[in-house]
């Protein structure tokens, strides 16, 4: 066993910040675009993978979701999720229960989908009224042969694609890389919950990277991270960016458990962050969440924590003025709650 390195809060947040590209935005490209979603975007909340582009990457416009190297599948936890298009299988077969009622389960449902929509494109009510699935219908989605397209105010239309050669293990073990890379230092159990697959499964895919993860002591206790990461980690010498308005279910606080203490010291502030119904924006300043925004139209709402200087609250009301939103008619009006 190789000897632990011991590393501090401050440093994990801070690599974290690096990895995942909010210190600073970066030119868009069709690599800046795949490395944004290299854990996936949730969408769930409507476009919510729109403003975790735009919180990452120059030049975002109101459709740079719809870019055609993106796809759109339910993903981890049957959330709806922006992927990159050549990693579909990952964020599909990935997930492919490894027990066998659970598989049989997933097979059933995408063949009764399959044969129903017989290559038509149609909405999941539809579909799944027809065939009275229910919600059920997303089980189909990790054997990697459902996609589906949302735009956010409607149903989603899902249409049936072809399975990719890639073995399930296969594509779990790659899963759970790209977790230790956005959300490391990490554990096998935060992996099998944030993939809602199995803790079984969870372990055998860290068990598959074993020569490629070191093991790390972090104040949560031991966990391991990547060993390509590990220059990096140890290094804390990159600024963090003046603000940024993180969407509801962005990796950066897409967080369980003892993950959010790391992240929000104060139990009164985690209740305000992750509340029991649909999240809010977290408000990054300076490196760390001082507080939430949630946004109705074209007005932002802006709850602190702490009291802001002059500086950070102009840097806080120029992200919300870039948002990229589509079909707004005038220009965002920031309101301070605190």
């Known amino acids: 066993m190789a000897r632990r390195l011991d590393v501090t809060r401050k440093q994990i947040l801070a690599f974290r910040r690096r990895v995942g590209g909010l210190d600073a935005r970066v030119p868009k490209s069709a690599t800046s675009l795949r490395r944004a979603a290299w854990a996936g975007l949730q969408d769930s909340m409507p476009r919510a993978a729109l403003l975790s582009l735009h919180a990452r990457i120059e030049g975002i416009g109101p459709s740079a979701w719809d870019d055609p190297s993106f796809a759109q599948l339910w993903g981890p936890r049957y959330s709806t999720y922006v992927v990159p298009k050549r990693d579909f299988a990952l964020f599909s077969l990935g997930r492919l229960p490894d027990d066998a009622k659970g598989r049989e389960r997933a097979e059933r449902v995408a063949a009764q989908v399959h044969a129903y929509l017989d290559g038509r ?74 993939a809602g697959i199995s803790r079984r499964a969870g372990a055998n895919a860290f068990a598959a990277l074993e020569g490629s993860v070191v093991p790390v002591r972090t104040p949560l206790g031991d966990e391991w991270l990547l060993a390509a990461d590990e220059p990096d980690l140890r290094d804390e010498a990159t600024a963090a960016a003046p603000a940024r308005l993180l969407p509801s279910g962005d990796s950066y606080f897409l967080l369980d458990g003892a993950e959010r203490e790391l992240l929000v010291p104060r139990a009164e502030q985690r209740q305000l962050l992750w509340t029991p119904r649909v999240w809010p924006g977290a408000l990054l300043v300076d490196g760390e969440v001082r507080g939430t925004w949630r946004r109705a139209q074209h007005t932002v709402r802006v709850e602190t924590w702490t009291r802001l200087s002059r500086t950070a609250r102009a840097a806080v009301e120029a992200e919300a003025a870039a948002l990229p939103l589509p079909a707004l008619e005038r220009a965002i009006d920031v309101v301070w709650a605190d």
């Open 121 to 194: 494109r149609m909405t999941d009510r539809e579909v799944a009224g027809a065939l009275t699935l229910g919600a059920s219908i997303r089980y189909a989605a990790p054997t990697g042969t459902l996609a589906i397209r949302w735009e956010g105010a409607r149903a989603p239309v899902v249409w049936t694609v072809a399975r990719d050669p890639i073995e399930p293990a296969d594509a779990c073990r790659e899963l759970a890389r790209r977790y230790l890379h956005v959300f490391g230092p990490t554990t096998a159990v935060s992996f099998a919950r944030w």
